[in-house]
C-alpha cells in the first residue's frame, strides 16, 4: 500500500504529558500538511512542508506544537503539556507540488484523547 | 470566522434518487473548490473539484456547481447508493491548487434502500 500512513491511530494520555504522532506520506510527494479535526468539524488546517521546509503556520498551532520533516521524507507532530482541549483527531496529508490538478492524499489520522 | 459553511449536518435521501449537498464560502479570494468523501475511521478522500472559471464540473454520478456570484456551490449526486453513506466536506483554497485547504464543517449523507 503506497497511501499516508499514520502512527499511532489512537493515542490516550494525561493531561500535562507530551506526545509525539509520525506521518509518512506518499514516497514521491514533495509537500506535507498537517490537519485537526474535532468531532462535528471539518479538518483545520495547522502547518504544511515543501521538503524539509516548514512554509506555513496556522495561528492555531500554539508554542506547544511543533512539527519537524527532517529528511523531506516522513514527518512528526509533537504536542508538549497536553491540554484537554488537543483532544482531537489529528490529519496528515501530502500532495506532489504541480502535479496534475495538485491535491491532497489523507491518511487516516491519529486519534488523540486527553484525560 | 467560518469561511466555508455547511449549513446541513444531516441529509437522508431514498437510493436512486439525487442528493445535493450544498456549501457557501464568504472569502471572495477562494478560486479552487473541492469536496471530499470521509467513511467513518479513515481519512478525507478526494472525489471532484471546480476551478473558479468553471460553473459545472462533471465526473460519473457526481456533478459540482459553482455559483461566484452566490459565493455557493453544491454537489449533485444521482444516482444516489448506499455506498455514498458518508460524511461529505466542502473545502476552498486560494492558489488555484488543491492544497492549503478550508474545510466547512462537512454533511453527513445517508442514502436507504
Known amino acids: 500500500d503506497t497511501g499516508v500512513s499514520q502512527d499511532p491511530r489512537h493515542k490516550i494520555t494525561k493531561r500535562g504529558q507530551n506526545v509525539t504522532f509520525r506521518c509518512d506520506p506518499i514516497s514521491e510527494h514533495n509537500r506535507l500538511y498537517w490537519y485537526r479535526q474535532t468531532l462535528g468539524q471539518g479538518p483545520e488546517f495547522l502547518t504544511y512542508?515543501?521538503?524539509?521546509?516548514?512554509?506555513?503556520k496556522s495561528r492555531l498551532l500554539s508554542d506547544r506544537f511543533s512539527a519537524e520533516r527532517p529528511k523531506g521524507s516522513f514527518s512528526t507532530l509533537e504536542i508538549q503539556r497536553t491540554e484537554q482541549g488537543d483532544s482531537a483527531m489529528y490529519l496528515c496529508?501530502?500532495?506532489?507540488?504541480?502535479?496534475?490538478?495538485?491535491?491532497?492524499?489523507f491518511g487516516s489520522g491519529t486519534q488523540l484523547s486527553v484525560l | 470566522d467560518q469561511q466555508v459553511k455547511q449549513n446541513s449536518p444531516s441529509l437522508s435521501v431514498q437510493e436512486g434518487r439525487i442528493s445535493i449537498l450544498n456549501c457557501d464560502y464568504t472569502n471572495s479570494m477562494f478560486d479552487y473548490f473541492l469536496w471530499y468523501k470521509k467513511y467513518p475511521a479513515e481519512g478525507p478522500t478526494f472525489l471532484i473539484s471546480i476551478s473558479s472559471i468553471k460553473d459545472k464540473n462533471e465526473d460519473g454520478r457526481f456533478t459540482v456547481f459553482l455559483n461566484k456570484s452566490a459565493k455557493h456551490l453544491s454537489l449533485h449526486i444521482v444516482p444516489s447508493q448506499p455506498g455514498d453513506s458518508a460524511v461529505y466536506f466542502c473545502?476552498?483554497?486560494?492558489?488555484?491548487?488543491?492544497?492549503?485547504?478550508?474545510f466547512g464543517g462537512g454533511t453527513r449523507l445517508m442514502v436507504k434502500p
Open positions: 512542508f515543501q521538503n524539509e521546509a516548514q512554509l506555513e
Open positions: 496529508a501530502s500532495s506532489l507540488l504541480g502535479g496534475p490538478n495538485e491535491k491532497l492524499f
Open positions: 473545502a476552498a483554497s486560494k492558489n488555484n491548487a488543491g492544497n492549503m485547504l478550508t
